[in-house]
């Protein structure tokens, strides 16, 4: 089975902007959570989709927001871009449910804002 | 709030020896230990976990010692080799996951 893949891999976008990251989960997941990784905080959870609708929030504002699709596909978008938005946005994929299920990990999307 | 607690920061260890990452959790209600290993580039993968119910878990090299009464676990990677460089997170959850901050991991040859 492929893995999670994420789209781009890179992102430079400057204070303002907004952005659109896409998370393909592995093929039969369901369930698909974001987090935000920054050296000083490590992993920080952002949300958690299952069957299109969100299902958990973490602790960041509402310029962060997320979709998924019928498919399970994800995406994240970010509004209004501050320099501290700078991370590594990972994606994770399981079957059901992510908080009993392994999650699966995709290779990121860095994010870098001017 | 930090939910998990991981230390340490960094670490070296020579090659054959015994690396030791710890963790402290506060909420009692955390049912799943999950521990992370990070490679330059990629992203988390699922190194090895443990449920409340169990004191400890083996695989390969890999340990887990879980102290439900102190809230607290670690993990032990026995005959540590420069492979197993790499940053490692720990984790709990409930209905969602809280990470640890990370440990990187420099195994000398």
């Known amino acids: 089975k492929a893995g999670v893949t994420q789209t781009p891999r890179y992102l430079i976008k400057t204070r303002g902007q907004q952005v659109t990251l896409s998370c393909s989960p592995i093929s039969g997941h369901r369930s698909v959570s974001w987090y935000q990784q920054t050296p000083g905080q490590g992993l920080q959870f952002l949300f958690e989709y299952f069957s299109e609708t969100q299902r958990n929030k973490g602790n960041f504002p509402g310029r962060f927001s997320g979709r998924q699709f019928s498919n399970s596909r994800s995406e994240m978008n970010v509004s209004t871009l501050e320099l501290g938005d700078s991370a590594l946005y990972l994606c994770?994929?399981?079957?059901?449910?992510?908080?009993?299920?392994?999650?699966?990990f995709g290779p990121g999307t860095r994010l870098t804002v001017l | 709030q930090q939910q998990v607690k991981q230390s340490p920061q960094s670490l070296i260890v020579q090659k054959g020896g015994i690396s030791i990452i710890n963790c402290a959790y506060e909420n009692t209600a955390f049912d799943y230990f999950p521990w992370y290993q990070q490679f330059p580039g990629k992203g988390p993968a699922l190194l090895i976990a443990i449920r409340p119910d169990v004191s400890e878990k083996k695989e390969g090299r890999f340990t887990i010692s879980f102290n439900k009464s102190a809230k607290q676990f670690s993990l032990h990677i026995m005959d540590s080799q420069p492979g197993d460089s790499a940053t490692y997170f720990c984790a709990a959850s409930g209905n969602q996951f809280y990470f640890g901050t990370g440990t990187s991991l420099t195994v000398i040859p």
């Open positions: 994770a994929s399981s079957l059901e449910d992510s908080a009993a299920d392994t999650q699966y």
